[in-house]
């Protein structure tokens, strides 16, 4: 159980297009879902926490503007960069926890994201 | 500030022990994990430690001081895919997880 998937895995694109990450949790609901950025051999950095149906928190230094999150429901949640620039390139990863439990996050697979 | 300490890499050998450390400074506690990451891959679950003393599971070992603000991860029958990083992170007073750097452990033949 406790599984959280992510779509696409991998993708490549070109400077200014716009990317949108899925993250769904499949055998349970996710109350809160939690976006994580990891530029290679760095630890993961928060950007922005989501609850179903409401806005999302994001961390200090992160474009709210830029990086759109939906948690529409409560088993998928979407992060869309928003005219994407070499610099957006990283590892994109997404963690899902149940409500009422302060117990683990379950991680998706992560997006790798290369922006030509 | 809140801060986590880990080491940054760490070397031991097939079939050894070894002992990951992690210190923790962080406004409240609510919880202390440890995650295994391989590269290119999203952090796996390993253990969580909400009150002192060590829990087993298995190979792996977590043990917890709140007073010290200490923990450690200990690795035991090293196999050689246990070479990942080892990512410690803690649950501050708003249930906000904070990360450390992750420490690369490499295992040798």
């Known amino acids: 159980g406790a599984v959280v998937s992510q779509h696409p895995s991998w993708v490549i694109c070109k400077s200014g297009t716009s990317v949108k990450i899925e993250c769904r949790s499949l055998?349970?609901?996710?109350?809160?879902m939690f976006w994580y950025r990891q530029f290679p051999k760095q630890s993961l950095m928060l950007m922005a926490t989501?609850?179903?149906?409401?806005?999302?928190?994001?961390e200090q230094g992160v474009e709210k503007d830029k990086f759109l999150i939906n948690h529409a429901s409560l088993t998928l949640s979407t992060l869309t960069v928003t005219s994407a620039h070499p610099e957006d390139s990283s590892f994109y990863i997404c963690?899902?926890?149940?409500?009422?439990?302060?117990?683990?996050?379950?991680f998706g697979p992560g997006t790798r994201l290369t922006v030509l | 500030g809140q801060n986590i300490d880990q080491p940054t890499e760490m070397t031991a050998t097939e079939g050894a022990i070894v002992q990951i450390n992690c210190t923790y400074q962080?406004?409240?506690?609510?919880?202390l994990f440890w995650y295994q990451q391989h590269a290119g891959e999203a952090p796996t679950f390993l253990s969580y430690?909400?009150l002192d003393g060590l829990e087993e599971k298995g190979r792996f070992s977590s043990f917890l001081s709140r007073s010290k603000g200490y923990s450690y991860l200990l690795l035991k029958e090293l196999q050689m895919k246990d070479s990942a990083s080892y990512l410690c992170?803690?649950?501050?007073?708003?249930?906000?997880?904070?990360w450390g750097a992750g420490t690369k452990l490499i295992i040798k033949p």
């Open positions: 963690s899902a926890r149940s409500g009422g439990r302060m117990e683990e996050q379950f």
């Open positions: 055998d349970f609901q996710a109350t809160t």
């Open positions: 989501s609850n179903e149906g409401s806005k999302a928190t994001y």
């Open positions: 962080t406004s409240g506690f609510n919880g």
């Open positions: 430690n909400v």
């Open positions: 992170a803690v649950t501050d007073s708003n249930y906000q997880l904070i």
